[in-house]
């Protein structure tokens, strides 16, 4: 996020700004390059003697074995553990969210109005019917929870932050499984469950709040950055921390040209590049072109070639002076430098202000 986080950054960050300094954080695609990167939690000071950052891998040879079909398996897998820690409350983060979020206000909530559950939820501007949908009385009581539906009945949905009495929780796991065997995600059965025995409650976010779970969610969040009307990642009260080596200042070129941009440390520009992030040790040569992308780190964009709403991946090498991008979508490229063009711009989405000019 803005060439500089990573999105687990914004987690962590939340996390420990909110005194919550014991983390257990679930992996289980691909997580080498993230655990290189976690160094042991030592850049959110969770490397500590007590407590801290704990990863949690799959494993053989326990109950709970394997690997999770949904993320609330990935929680039932760690049943015995929880049990073991015995806390009064788990509070389950998805990582794949932007926003800031003080914790502990979300406890005080809970112990407040007696919960079982408390889910932080937030109201959004686009199609609600990628999310989880829901609708609460007026005293905070959530009385429907709709997990993607077809037809949304308004526009307040569940962020992805669940604190949980830990015997509800463990129990409601626990008898799910004997019923079914085989658990999927929160809102498939593991929140419709609690719903139906037990006292739920929302914690209004209305703050910023964007699920980067597509590109176009994405880059729009990137954009957003750039016009002032996105997270706030650079408030001296609520720093985020990151694990980013540290690199020298940008270099920017005599014949270069940058405007409205983030452009991180250790890259070199020669270029022009507008309304753009680039990320760590990007390379933009003289007479490239790069206008409304996101450059993740170590991108280089060779001499003649125009980007235009593209999200390049690390490391990608792209030459062959030629245009890549549309104004009619956001273009992936890998990073082989392959394109992937994706279904026009969705008017119904998040999309960031006058995203048609793009």
Known sequence: MGGTYRLIDISLSNLVHSHITDVWMVQQYLPHDLNFYMAGGRPWDLDRSHGGLHVLPPYQGAEGEGFATGNSDSIFRQADLIREADPDLVLVLSADHLYTVDFRDVVDTHLSKRADLTMVTTQVSEDASRYSVVRTDEFGHVTDFAYKPEEPQNDVVAGEMFLFTTDVLLDALEHLQEQHGELGDYGEDLIPHVMQHHTVVEHRHTGYWMDLGTIQSYWTAQQQLLDGDGATLADPAWPIWSGQAPLLPAFVADDAAVTRSLVAPGSRVAGPVEHSVVG?????????????CVLLDGVHVGSGVELLNVVADTGAHITGGS???????????????????LEPFDASAALPRNWEQY
Request: aromatic letters at 0%.
């Open 280 to 292: 760590q040790n990007v390379v933009v040569e003289a007479g490239a072109v790069v206008r409304n």
């Open 323 to 341: 245009r890549r991008g549309s104004s009619r979508h956001v273009t992936v490229i890998d990073r082989t430098g392959a394109v992937a063009e």
